[in-house]
Structures are given as structure tokens and as C-alpha cells.
């Protein structure tokens, strides 16, 4: 065997002892990783996270974006999961240190939710909710309205500690591999 054919990374895993070293090796890159990581689990308000991305304190890191754009009917459909009450995936934010949070993944259904209920979208296409098609949240009863803003979406809020780069790493997994 030629010697420029090993890898200076390389380890025997064939022999319990390269194993155990590979194994270190792996513990050690992870930890490393883990430390730069930190983050939160909370639940807001449909009424908080509308109100925050109204004033801006919400906002999408232009790090973040992609070119993927929900159109009404996906919005409609978002909406439509919240009222009936389906389990939603939880919303990606990271804290800054002005006081913001950066939106890292979520902005296509944060953007829905407030452009329900601050009256930009008409819901449309639902077939579940039926009677809602073609309603504004200003349509709907004082109830059904104060009901839907007090609904708690689940958020992950990433630390001010977690990098950028960390930050858009993880963005880039959530928008690459696990969305189609």
C-alpha cells in the first residue's frame, strides 16, 4: 500500500483501540459544535409574534432568505391548521443585541398569521373550514377573533451567544434537506 494513500485523518476502525479514538474524536467535534449553540424553547401569541413583526422587532435576516414565496392558498392553509388546531412546526428565531430577533426560519408563516389578522389576506381554497373561504379576520366574530390571536405557536429562540455562521448553517439544513 502506498503511504499518500492514507489520509493524515485516517483512523484504523478495524482494531478496538481505533475505534475508541475515532470515537473520542467524533465526542470531541461534537461537543466542540454544541457549545456554539444555544437556544430556547418558548410559546407567543399569535397576537405577540403579529404585533412584533408588525413593529419590526420580528425581521427577516436577508441571511436567510430564499426564493420561496407562500402563495395565498398556502397561507390560507396555515391559517386553517391553527383554527382547527393541528399541530404546527415550531418558529426559528435567533436574539440579537438590539433587542430583535432575526427570523432564521418561519417567515412564510409568521407573514401569514399577520397578514391575517392585521387584514391583508382573505383566506381562500380551505377544505376543511369551508365557511372561512373568502373571510378577512375583520369578518369574523369578536370571539373567533380574540380566540385566534391568543393561540400559542410553539418558537426555538437561538441565544445571542450562536453565531451567525451557525445560525445560517442551521437555516440552510432546515430549507435544503428537509423541505421540498
Not at 430564499?66 to 428565531?93: A, C, M, Q, T
Not at 432564521?104 to 399577520?114: E, L, M, P, Y
Request: charged share 30%; proline share 2%.
Amino acid at each position: 500500500m502506498n503511504t499518500e494513500d492514507i489520509s493524515p485523518n485516517a483512523v484504523d476502525t478495524d482494531t478496538e483501540a481505533g475505534r475508541k479514538r475515532k470515537g473520542d474524536s467524533v465526542s470531541r467535534q461534537i461537543t466542540k459544535l454544541r457549545l456554539k449553540t444555544d437556544f430556547d424553547i418558548r410559546n407567543m401569541s399569535i397576537e405577540y409574534l403579529t404585533a412584533g413583526f408588525k413593529e419590526g422587532d420580528f425581521y427577516l435576516n436577508e441571511e436567510y432568505r430564499h426564493n420561496f414565496d407562500w402563495n395565498r392558498s398556502k397561507k390560507s392553509r396555515y391559517i386553517e391548521s391553527i383554527f382547527i388546531g393541528y399541530p404546527v412546526p415550531p418558529l426559528f428565531l435567533a436574539d440579537n443585541d438590539d433587542g430583535r430577533c432575526d427570523i432564521v426560519d418561519g417567515v412564510q408563516r409568521i407573514s401569514a398569521v399577520a397578514g391575517f389578522v392585521l387584514g391583508d389576506l382573505a383566506v381562500s381554497d380551505l377544505t376543511k373550514l369551508t365557511e372561512l373561504n373568502g373571510l378577512k379576520f375583520t369578518d369574523l366574530s369578536a370571539r373567533l377573533q380574540e380566540n385566534f390571536k391568543k393561540t400559542m405557536l410553539r418558537v426555538i429562540v437561538f441565544e445571542r451567544k450562536t453565531s451567525l455562521q451557525a445560525r445560517k448553517d442551521f437555516f440552510e439544513i432546515m430549507n435544503t434537506h428537509w423541505v421540498q
